[in-house]
């Protein structure tokens, strides 16, 4: 059965930066695809960055002036991918999800919390 298992969530400042891990097991398979998604309460849960197994990367307009194109980040080996966010302001404030699309099949992880501070 295939998990996702995310770290990095937690409490920051307005301005500092975080990274998520998320590491995909239970599979033999390399994912698609992989990513984190968000949601706060009362809102659908949006992308904020995914990577393709070929590298190409896609942000969300609400952090493409804060984030570059290698803040995301996988390792195809070890199904694993990260997230490198900087400049954070209190609006990126939300449970973070990691995706993976594996054999066409999506899986979520079970969320973290990144709360940011003014």
């Known amino acids: 059965q295939v998990q996702l298992v995310e770290s990095g969530g937690g409490l920051v400042q307005a301005g500092g930066s975080l990274r998520l891990s998320c590491a995909a097991s239970g599979t033999a398979f390399r994912a698609n695809a992989m990513g984190w998604y968000r949601q706060t309460p009362g809102n659908q849960r949006e992308l904020v960055a995914k990577?393709?197994?070929?590298?190409?990367?896609?942000?969300?307009d609400s952090v493409k002036d804060r984030f570059t194109i290698s803040s995301i980040s996988r390792d195809n080996a070890e199904n694993t991918v990260y997230l490198q966010m900087n400049s954070l302001k209190p609006g990126d404030t939300a449970v973070y999800y990691c995706?993976?699309?594996?054999?066409?099949?999506?899986?979520w992880g079970q969320g973290t919390q990144v709360t940011v501070s003014s």
């Open positions: 990577i393709t197994n070929d590298g190409t990367t896609n942000y969300a």
């Open positions: 995706n993976a699309l594996i054999l066409w099949r999506d899986y």
